[in-house]
């Protein structure tokens, strides 16, 4: 599930990502000749739903000009390349994503629902979570989301570079948990076998040659662990217990007394 061949967003030419983005009049395609079969629009849900269904893998300029009924080089006319299009992508995936007000919420509550918000995404759209985005695609999408989240750590006493560096402490949490889920899925998808199922086939083995007085931590916490979960991790817990976790790491920053 891991973006091939190191793919990163902002990858492509800056200036012409950034015209597409942010519909630069003449940008999204020619404004001369014969008439263009399809729009910018329409190459990238084009692209969501090959990247949505099959991975990242499975999204070629290629892919996306047979989705459409174009040849590859017609395609080339919208977005100039793969590069320019994974950013066009993800902005757009951010600025369709659903929003809460924040305004009447504790700063937990809004802390919990911007992870929430940022959990389902990750859910609709998993190659989002493999994605390197250390330079974000500077489009409407990104400012969107950006200007929202900041706002769960608005009013809260901490200077800017905090509520910069809180919010990227969140989002990196829910990164984590969100590729659990997805591999663990994807482990159940390509195998045929539930965890639970592949566990039952293991145990007899493992029973013979797993030490316990060995290992008596191993044997004692993972049994537990794997009775509660039916396997050897269970993403929704992880996400719930880590998120507690996250929420009490910000409190000492958020709620320590003022000087």
Do not use: C
């Not at 080089?73 to 007000?101: F, I, S």
């Not at 200007?147 to 990227?168: C, S, V």
Request: avoid cysteine; hydrophobic fraction near 45%; glycine fraction near 8%.
């Amino acid at each position: 599930m891991a973006a091939k061949g190191g793919e990163r967003s902002s990858a492509g030419d800056p200036v012409r990502t950034l015209e597409l983005l942010w519909r630069v009049p003449g940008s999204s395609g020619p404004t001369r000749g014969p008439k263009q079969r399809t729009t910018l629009d329409a190459v990238i849900a084009a692209a969501l739903e090959i990247a949505d269904t099959a991975g990242l893998g499975a999204l070629t300029m290629r892919s996306v000009a047979a989705k459409l009924g174009l040849t590859p080089m017609a395609t080339y006319t919208y977005v100039p390349g793969k590069a320019e299009l994974l950013d066009l992508m993800l902005d757009t995936v951010y600025q369709r994503m659903p929003r809460q007000e924040l305004g009447e919420m504790s700063w937990r509550e809004r802390v919990s629902t911007i992870a929430a918000e940022n959990r389902a995404l990750l859910a609709r759209h998993p190659w989002v979570a493999y994605l390197p985005t250390t330079r974000p695609p500077l489009g409407p999408g990104v400012a969107a989301k950006y200007d929202h989240e900041l706002r769960a750590f608005d009013g809260l006493g901490l200077d800017d570079l905090a509520m910069d560096a809180a919010l990227t402490y969140v989002l990196g949490f829910v990164t984590s948990t969100a590729q659990l889920a997805i591999d663990t899925a994807k482990a159940a998808r390509d195998s045929g076998e539930s965890d639970r199922d592949w566990w039952e086939r293991a145990a007899p083995l493992l029973a013979r040659v797993f030490d316990a007085e060995r290992y008596p931590l191993a044997a004692r916490v993972g049994a537990v662990a794997g009775q509660a979960h039916d396997s050897a991790y269970s993403a929704d817990h992880a996400y719930e217990f880590g998120l507690g976790r996250v929420l009490d790491g910000l409190a000492v920053l958020i709620e320590k007394p003022r000087p």
